[in-house]
């Protein structure tokens, strides 16, 4: 095994991108992968070794990971589980179809490739995992169902699975951004106009708040950080003789972090409908 080898997802831009160059830098042995074919020839042009891998599709995660051992020569001491996307809308406009789409990419297909790696993992004595969840996975908004319901999710099959994995050297982490710069509300936009009905909704009002966020140039909100802040806290925990189960990244996630531990419930429902403009975005 290479002793710094390690497979990242979501690579295109944003966190994926800035993790795979800088720990290429730092001389990791870094797989990039991502789902678009344009993509993963960028990522090739600029001196990365990429792979296609498609987290809404098996065949492409199995083909993926037998890429990667073949390359590293069997081992892999890490896995960055990164790439997934937002899908804004209330609750009640979520549609079965979109919101099955929003799990496959999210979390059944991160779960999928973490079992794939974990027997090689416990075979080899060791390994990493970390998982991009986010400050979502801590609390809530309206109008992030979807979104929330996926790193809530990832939050709870994490904690699972580092307590299973306990004494085997595998070890399970936790990065928890809030607002970074990233491309996440284009794709989020896209998911929007594709799969919520905006004009036969109730929320229909509300919705043109989202849209205007999402239109938004520049940082959307206050405290918004670069990509480089979560690979910082990914190098902890790649690095780190006792790595972290948890990460918090940029601001909103320390204090949203602090008042859902202190807060009674209907409290921390009051500061989240207030930070969300009344519930309206």
């Known amino acids: 095994m290479h002793p710094k080898s390690i497979l990242i997802t979501g690579c295109s831009s944003g966190i994926g ?38 987290l809404d599709d098996s065949a492409s995660i199995e083909a993926a990971v037998e890429q990667a ?16 996307y937002g899908l804004p809308g209330a609750v009640e406009d979520l549609g079965r179809d979109a919101l099955r789409r929003q799990f496959e990419t999210n979390l059944f ?3 999928e490739l973490t079992n794939r790696v974990i027997p090689l993992m416990r075979r080899q004595g060791g390994g990493r995992i970390v998982q991009c969840s986010s400050v979502l996975g801590l609390v809530p908004l309206p109008y ?11 939050e709870g099959l994490s904690d699972a699975l580092r307590l299973e994995l306990h004494g085997s050297g595998v070890h399970v982490s936790l990065i928890e951004p809030g607002p970074i710069a990233t491309r996440f509300r284009d794709n989020a ?39 480089a802040a979560v690979t910082a806290k990914l190098l902890h925990a790649l690095e780190s003789r006792r790595p972290r189960p948890r990460y918090y990244v940029t601001f909103p996630t ?14 921390l429902d009051w500061v989240m409908r207030k930070v969300s403009g009344g519930g309206k975005t």
């Open 17 to 54: 991108r800035d993790a795979a160059l800088t720990l290429r830098a730092r001389g990791f042995d870094v797989i990039a992968t991502a789902r678009r074919d344009q993509d993963v020839e960028a990522l090739r042009a600029e001196g990365l070794f990429a792979l296609r891998l498609d």
């Open 69 to 84: 051992l073949a390359h590293t020569g069997g081992g892999l001491h890490a896995l960055f589980n990164n790439g997934a």
């Open 109 to 111: 297909g991160w779960v």
């Open 144 to 154: 992030r169902g979807a979104y929330c319901a996926t790193k809530y999710a990832l």
């Open 189 to 227: 936009l896209r998911a929007f106009l594709h799969d919520i009905p905006q004009d036969q909704s109730f929320h229909r009002a509300q919705y043109q708040a989202v849209l205007a966020r999402l239109n938004k140039p520049g940082p959307a909100v206050p405290f918004t950080l670069p990509p």
């Open 254 to 267: 320390y204090l949203f972090g602090t008042l859902r531990r202190v807060l009674p419930t209907r409290q």
